[in-house]
């Protein structure tokens, strides 16, 4: 019998999925409005009975936060569109150069959002309308939060159920110990520092969740506080020289704490002259970071006595960054 050779069938198609969580299509109450309607709208961000909540997001939510959230986006939208999905692009274009310098140049990378566009749902119609056979998810929230990752396994499963012809798909749940990751936001503390000069406090601030959600099982809280602790070992802090927070807040229960802001107020209240605050929850900058935290809570800390404030980028897509994606889909592919 003749052998077959391997040499004899093509390369199956790869692709990878860079996903983030998403933001409006534009700084308009409507835009606002539609995305609003869609992130709220899903039960693992918010957990309450379907039906009263959407007479509450309906009735009071959006009608009063659209408007207000739309005027912050305006402020933050740059070259017509936002941070975050510009940030998005411009990491998926690296991730796809830097997996061509490793060898893997037939690799699609493709940026999707969890919510609004562009859409992961309609990313995997497409890779699969096209044939191709392996696909690597990688959510670009550093900890794993049913809140955050889980949508994005909720999207894989319910794509999954109506396709006959499946693609092999692994999702990574997420790097919140990523040896390259703590040296990647190391490395951009230290370079702020060596501009800016050493904070009397590092504050890192991560976004937070309803406490209930993480006395059910949730894991977040406890991932923030590895990736804290291993970043101030690796920028050699004593415990009084930094602090772990939570932010962006949302309705009236009770969240992970301590919180951003009152931890500002605080401080600003005690005479601390210096804080830096970076957010290593976020791969990329946006509202939460370029308003609320670059801007809000500058506010916060210098209307209760202090004096000077700074915020440290995300990490976006810088080369290092970028080099920890390589290192997580990589081995996979």
């Known amino acids: 019998m003749t052998p077959i050779l391997s040499e004899s069938f093509p390369q199956p198609k790869k692709a990878v999925l860079l996903v983030n969580l998403g933001t409006p299509d534009a700084p ?30 309906n009735l009071f939510v959006i ?15 740059v070259n017509d569109d936002s941070p975050m999905r510009v940030i998005l692009n411009a990491q998926a274009t690296a991730l796809a150069h830097k ?7 037939d690799v699609e990378v493709v940026p999707v959002m969890t919510y609004g566009n562009p859409s992961m749902t309609l990313a995997l119609n497409r890779l699969n309308k096209s044939g191709v056979e392996q696909i690597i998810v990688l959510p670009l929230f550093p900890q794993y939060s049913a809140t955050s990752t889980g949508p994005v396994y909720d999207i894989v499963a319910k794509w999954s159920l109506v396709q006959r012809n499946l693609p092999s798909i ?16 190391a490395d951009s503390v230290r370079r702020y520092q060596a501009i800016h000069g050493q904070p009397d406090k590092l504050l890192m601030s991560f976004h937070g969740i309803p406490q209930p959600y993480a006395d059910r099982g949730d894991p977040y809280p406890e991932r923030c506080h590895a990736t804290a602790r291993l970043l101030a070992q690796a920028l050699d802090l004593s415990d009084d020289a930094w602090a772990i927070s939570f932010q ?18 605080e401080w600003g209240k005690s005479g601390l002259k210096s804080v830096q605050v970076i957010s290593p929850a976020f ?34 897509d810088d080369s290092l960054h970028i080099d920890m994606m390589a290192s997580l889909v990589r081995h996979l592919l």
Do not use: M
Request: glycine letters at 4%.
């Open 283 to 316: 791969s990329a900058d946006c509202l939460e970071t370029l308003e609320e935290l670059a801007v809000e809570n500058r506010d916060t800390f210098v209307d209760a006595g202090g004096q000077h404030y700074a915020y440290i980028p995300a990490l976006n």
């Open 248 to 265: 962006s807040r949302f309705g009236r229960q009770e969240w992970v704490k301590p919180y951003t802001n009152l931890t500002l107020q």
């Open 63 to 77: 009608p009063l936060r659209a408007k207000r959230v739309a005027h912050a986006y305006a402020d933050i939208w």
């Open 99 to 105: 997996l061509a310098d490793l060898g893997c140049s």
């Open 170 to 185: 692994t999702l990574i749940k997420d790097y919140f110990g990523h040896p390259i990751f703590i040296q990647a936001l």
């Open 28 to 57: 308009t109450p409507q835009a606002v409005g539609r995305f609003l309607r869609e992130f709220l709208s899903d039960q693992r961000v918010i957990e309450i009975p379907r039906l009263l909540w959407q007479v509450i997001l």
